[in-house]
T-cell receptor
Framework: DTEVTQTPKHLVMGMTNKKSLKCEQH?????MYWYKQKAKKPPELMFV???????INESVPSRFSPECPNSSLLNLHLHALQPEDSALYLC???????????FGDGTRLSIL | TQLLEQSPQFLSIQEGENLTVYCNSS?????LQWYRQEPGEGPVLLVT?????EVKKLKRLTFQFGDARKDSSLHITAAQPGDTGLYLC???????FGAGTRLTVKP
């Protein structure tokens, strides 16, 4: 069982919908991450939060909006996504930035 | 962005064979992680290497970090079907992954 919990596991949404992906960890980690993984590709870094502050945004389109309400939770708000945004979205956490990461099992997102 | 090259991208071998996966960078990095990912799951950390020349063993897996801290390798001895998966290296400095090695071990 993974110690990083992501919900939902699967999400199908239309291009005009608004939805949110959620991630939770209770390991006391102070860094949390969002990655996007397309089929047969490695994970690509999207956002990094360190001590609940956004520290890295890898030029991600504004239709993806991250939020870190507290040290245990990380959200990814989605709005007006495109079909090419269909992918596995992975959340990870680590004790601090640049430390080994613990990954959740991801949310598989399909945009119709 | 400094490239992190991983090879081979695909590897299909018979049970009992040995294999090596390589991860190379054009620049020095402070640490490197190796992960294994199975379908429908997130990557699972196998090991972190931080010291040049370091060798770490995890059962049949041996990880090396190059003396110059620009490269790393993962060697699997007597591969088993349970080793099948996507092996990923990740540079600790910028949290970027190599392209991955998709390993299939046939019984």
């Amino acid at each position: 069982d993974t110690e990083v919990t992501q919900t939902p596991k699967h999400l199908v949404m239309g291009m005009t919908n608004k939805k949110s992906l959620k991630c939770e960890q209770h390991m006391g980690h102070r860094a949390m991450y969002w990655y996007k993984q397309k089929a047969k590709k490695p994970p690509e870094l999207m956002f990094v939060y360190s001590y609940e502050k956004l520290s890295i945004n890898e030029s991600v389109p504004s239709r993806f909006s991250p939020e870190c309400p507290n040290s245990s939770l990380l959200n990814l708000h989605l709005h007006a996504l495109q079909p090419e945004d269909s992918a596995l979205y992975l959340c990870a956490s680590s004790q601090d930035r640049h430390q080994p990461q613990h990954f959740g099992d991801g949310t598989r997102l399909s945009i119709l | 962005t400094q490239l992190l090259e991983q090879s081979p991208q695909f590897l299909s071998i018979q049970e009992g064979e040995n294999l090596t996966v390589y991860c190379n960078s054009s620049s020095v990095f402070s640490s490197l992680q190796w992960y294994r990912q199975e379908p429908g799951e997130g990557p699972v950390l196998l090991v972190t290497v931080v010291t040049g020349g370091e060798v770490k063993k995890l059962k049949r897996l041996t990880f090396q970090f190059g003396d110059a801290r620009k490269d790393s390798s993962l060697h699997i001895t007597a591969a088993q079907p349970g080793d099948t998966g996507l092996y990923l290296c990740e540079r600790g400095d910028d949290m970027r992954f190599g392209a991955g090695t998709r390993l299939t071990v046939k019984p």
